[in-house]
């Protein structure tokens, strides 16, 4: 079945860096767009990154705009989120989901990281 | 930067109607998506396109758009519809927006 798995979150000190993993099975993920959306504690749904299926085209949030990095490895079905200069702010649930028609069809569990001061 | 507004809380019977709005400038023009996400879970899409259901979402989930207001209507509410429902469009200024997001009680 369609299945995304996040792996790499963790607690990480202010300024550190970390990164997320998400492997994906059941369909064929280099045809696909693929997302980073997180979720601080008690919060919303904020968006993070989008890269495009073949990795060429990448969109940021201002928020992380600079700080992030998202890539992907088709010939592993997994796509990344590199993440530098981590600030406490940046603690959140990080959930990668496929990319459908500007929307997000299938998600991830979530990898939890928390930035300790 | 794009700001979708919905209400924080919507409280309903069981049996009854939900309707959880999402409001936003020129909202009309975008297309509208709908994650309902239960305590602890990750989201899942119930509405897309304004008003499409994705296959093995009930009936019961249905979407609408009037003027500058979206709206996710939820009938016959059961009470594993208890969760938090988040709006989303894309914006071409603000990229991917979520809403404020709406807590659905079942009382």
């Known amino acids: 079945q369609v299945q995304l798995v996040e792996s790499g979150g963790g607690v990480v000190q202010a300024g550190r860096s970390l990164r997320l993993s998400c492997e994906a099975s059941?369909?064929?993920?280099?045809?696909?767009?693929m997302h980073w959306v997180r979720q601080a504690p008690g919060t919303g749904l904020e968006w993070v990154a989008l890269?495009?299926?073949?990795?060429?085209?990448?969109f940021y949030a201002d928020s992380v705009k600079g700080r992030f990095t998202i890539s992907r490895d088709n010939s592993k079905n997994t796509l990344y989120l590199e993440m530098n200069n981590l600030r406490s702010e940046d603690t959140a649930v990080y959930f990668c989901a496929r990319d459908v028609g500007r929307h997000m069809d299938v998600w991830g569990q979530g990898t939890t990281v928390t930035v300790s001061s | 930067s794009y700001v979708l507004t919905q209400p924080p809380s919507v409280s309903v019977a069981p049996g009854q109607t939900a309707r959880i709005t999402c409001g936003g400038n020129n909202i009309g023009s975008k297309s509208v998506h709908w994650y309902q996400q239960r305590p602890g879970q990750a989201p899942v899409l119930v509405v897309y396109?304004?008003?499409d259901r994705p296959s093995g979402i009930p009936e019961r989930f249905s979407g609408s758009k009037s003027g500058n207001t979206a709206t996710l209507t939820i009938s016959r509410v059961e009470g594993g519809d208890e969760a938090d429902y988040y709006c989303q469009v894309w914006d071409s200024s603000s990229e991917y927006v979520f809403g404020t997001g709406t807590k659905v009680t079942v009382l």
């Open positions: 396109a304004d008003s």
């Open positions: 890269i495009a299926y073949d990795g060429v085209n990448k």
């Open positions: 059941g369909f064929t993920f280099s045809s696909f767009a």
